[in-house]
């Protein structure tokens, strides 16, 4: 059973910056596939990024943060990160982090799919 928790939401102004962690409790394989997702009140659960290593390299994100938000990957320190930049109001939401065993749900995108998820941050970004 990994554990995820997720650190760094806060407030910012649109256009600000800011950038989540997620610590695992269990080293992430190659084989693993890492998230995060996000979900807005009165909204449907959006996958935002998803990276995946095994054997190369795969990076989806969402059509909604592509050119802003990056994820990547610490093996050493077994966390996951989502540098956001160029925040929008649009981007308020819950921020979750999940990892799965495979690639599956990777490749769509479908991170609250994923079998291990965390407990959540939240992101508020003020216009």
């Known amino acids: 059973q990994v554990q995820l928790v997720e650190s760094g939401g806060g407030s910012v102004e649109a256009g600000g910056s800011l950038r989540l962690s997620c610590a695992a409790s269990?080293?992430?394989?190659?084989?693993?596939?890492v998230g995060w997702f996000r979900q807005a009140p009165g909204k449907e659960r959006e996958g935002v990024a998803a990276?995946?290593?095994?054997?190369?390299?795969?990076?989806f994100y969402a059509d909604s943060v592509k050119g802003r938000f990056a994820i990547s990957l610490d093996s050493a320190k077994n966390t996951i990160y989502l540098q956001m930049n160029s925040l929008k109001p649009e981007d308020t939401a819950m921020y979750y982090c999940?990892?799965?065993?495979?690639?599956?749900?990777?490749?769509?995108?479908?991170?609250?799919?994923?079998?291990?998820r965390g407990q959540g941050t939240q992101v508020t970004v003020s216009s």
């Open positions: 999940a990892v799965d065993e495979g690639a599956y749900d990777c490749y769509s995108g479908s991170v609250w799919e994923f079998r291990y």
């Open positions: 269990e080293y992430i394989a190659s084989s693993n596939c």
């Open positions: 990276y995946y290593r095994d054997g190369g390299s795969y990076k």
